[in-house]
T-cell receptor, first 115, second 114 residues
Framework: AQSVTQLGSHVSVSEGALVLLRCNYS??????LFWYVQYPNQGLQLLLK??????LVKGINGFEAEFKKSETSFHLTKPSAHMSDAAEYFCAVNPVSGGYNKLIFGAGTRLAVHP | KAGVTQTPRYLIKTRGQQVTLSCSPI?????VSWYQQTPGQGLQFLFE???????NKGNFPGRFSGRQFSNSRSEMNVSTLELGDSALYLC?????????????FGPGTRLTVT
């Protein structure tokens, strides 16, 4: 079965510092990959997606992610953190075949941004 | 376009009761998926409907069921509620017809079972 591992349940950075949130997937066939963000008491907002068109994917709010097949990774980065980036981030996969709309989520990483 | 809407936003029920949650997808979206979010288990897929047919189902007991109407609106029902059913239930909609199945989430329904 496919799975997603997010390294680090909590990440803390200073405002202006690099944000790096890690995600690894397990699949013999590269799936569709997504990053979502969840603010308190809200649903999930799509940040970006990987669909095999390009390995470096740019998303909203200055975030980007790089797909590395050899490392089965899809890490999320942002060059300079803002206070408003404090939230929980989820990496998710959607199997390419037979999965239809079935997202398998990682456990999430809570990002704290300090002034 | 209006986003995904879910009603009610908050719900308190007693063990043994049943509950129905509603989801209205983005206009034009034909797929609706449901997820359960709890602190212990995280985000888990419940089921997906496309054009009124269940296309996929997660690993949940039969007490959890759903349906989709011809206007793509969806409901999920949980019967014989247990304390462990307390969770945030999220609905997501997608065009669904073709990959990569970009899903848009609603704000969720917070269910508390006492």
């Amino acid at each position: 079965a496919q799975s997603v591992t997010q390294l680090g349940s909590h990440v803390s950075v200073s405002e202006g510092a690099l944000v790096l949130l890690r995600c690894n997937y397990s699949s013999s066939v590269p799936p569709y990959l997504f990053w979502y963000v969840q603010y308190p008491n809200q649903g999930l907002q799509l940040l970006l997606k990987y669909t095999s068109a390009a390995t470096l994917v740019k998303g909203i709010n200055g975030f980007e992610a790089e797909f590395k097949k050899s490392e089965t990774s899809f890490h999320l980065t942002k060059p300079s953190a803002h206070m408003s980036d404090a939230a929980e981030y989820f990496c998710a996969v959607n199997p390419v075949s037979g999965g239809y709309n079935k997202l398998i989520f990682g456990a999430g990483t809570r990002l704290a941004v300090h002034p | 376009k209006a986003g995904v809407t879910q009603t009610p936003r908050y719900l308190i029920k007693t063990r043994g009761q049943q509950v129905t949650l509603s989801c209205s997808p983005i206009s034009g979206h034909r797929s609706v998926s449901w997820y359960q979010q709890t602190p212990g288990q995280g985000l888990q897929f419940l089921f997906e409907y496309f054009s009124e047919t269940q296309r996929n189902k997660g690993n949940f007991p039969g007490r959890f069921s759903g349906r989709q109407f011809s206007n793509s609106r969806s409901e999920m029902n949980v019967s014989t509620l247990e304390l462990g059913d307390s969770a945030l239930y999220l609905c997501a909609s997608s065009l669904g017809a073709q990959a990569p199945y970009e899903q848009y989430f609603g704000p969720g329904t917070r269910l508390t079972v006492t």
